[in-house]
């Protein structure tokens, strides 16, 4: 009994883990796995903004996809696609990245987000602060739950 009690304990803990996991293949496909303690220890951005999918405003904390670059040396390239834990992808174009700054948020309110809340991770733009990206074409772009990073 104690032997199924720790094997369930170590499959909680490591499902866990690795939601918390954000990786980012490279242009050559190589991987670079970054933990949530990782990206919380680089320069954080904050986003004060209404949603969809959310009652209100809300406030998004994380980091930008700059900052992930620069901290593991990767040029940014031409299009970046992200990748959800339910295997959706969207391609974001560099400029949305020049141009509108989204992060790549771990918090909302100050709370991490779940699964169920659209975490651990969500591409979120500045909506409230940029009213004409506000539209179906942008909101089809803010990917939660995100998983991967192709370069």
Known sequence: MRTVLLFALYLFSFSNFAASELTVFDHLGQKHELSREQLLLMPQKEITTSLPWVD?????????????????????????????????????????????????AIKQNGEFMSVRDKGPYWLIYPLSSNPSINNTDFHAKMIWQIRDIHL
């Open 56 to 104: 209100g405003k809300s406030v998004y904390s994380g980091v930008t996809l700059q900052t992930i670059l620069e901290t593991i040396d990767l040029p940014i390239s031409s299009q970046v696609t992200f990748v959800a834990l339910n295997d959706y992808k969207i391609a974001v174009p560099k400029e949305d990245f020049d141009d509108y700054h989204p992060i790549i």
